[in-house]
């Protein structure tokens, strides 16, 4: 008898040649980001160049909140990559439950690049995940002129022992206003000012 095997060669050679991170069914995305531009744009993360000496968080770029972000009881959270450009110095500080725990500095004109391997974890602090926590990243602005520059965080958050986060709540860009809506909303019409902000969406278990 012939016994065919599968033909798995295409995925073999996709994972060697496209960089894809494999969440399992009850992780998604968490990504804060800040860029500074002087291009106007409907993402929440885009702001006006930072000035010598301002500090500012990074925004949660599915909902439009600043950090700190708040990690629910029963759910675990994995840093997975950091990375950062800007045509000024700045110094960027990480915070867990509000205390600092690491910095890092970028250089202008070059790329600050860190993945996967040992960076912060939560259940690594709070093994038992039994109280709430939060993650903040600000930046800091060390030069002389406007930066121009982008800041990026990007996260695993892993349901452990509680139910999956379905809702998010989102801030619009233009008057601040909050609304609870569905996880899957990119596209939010302000019913205060009119305005559209927009936002990204990573689903549990990513996308196939
Ligand atoms: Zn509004």
Redesign the pocket.
């Given at each position: 008898m012939v016994v065919t095997l599968p033909d798995y060669s295409l995925q073999i050679l996709r994972a060697y040649t496209i960089k894809k991170y494999q969440l399992g069914t009850d992780e998604k995305f968490k990504i804060f980001m800040l860029t500074g531009d002087t291009e106007s744009s409907d993402f929440p993360w885009v702001i006006p160049p930072m000035e010598p000496g301002e500090t500012r968080y990074l925004i949660d770029v599915e909902t439009g909140l600043e950090m700190p972000f708040t990690i629910p009881v029963g759910y675990d959270f994995e840093v997975i990559k950091i990375w950062g450009s800007s045509s000024e110095p700045y110094i960027g500080r990480e915070y867990v439950d509000g205390n600092l725990d690491s910095n890092l500095h970028v250089v202008p004109f070059d790329v600050y690049f860190e993945q996967e391997i040992g960076l912060t974890k939560i259940s690594d602090f709070d093994p038992t995940l039994s109280t709430e926590h939060t993650y903040a990243i600000s930046i800091t602005h060390l030069g002389d002129e406007p930066a121009l520059g982008t800041a990026l965080i990007e996260a695993v958050l892993r349901k452990v022992h509680t139910e999956k986060i379905t809702t998010k709540v989102v801030r619009?860009k233009?008057?601040?206003?909050q609304e609870e809506v569905p996880l899957e909303t990119t596209r939010y019409k302000?019913p205060?000012?009119g305005?559209t902000t927009l936002f990204m969406y990573y689903p549990w278990g990513g996308r196939k």
């Open positions: 619009c233009y008057c601040g206003h302000c205060k000012c305005m």
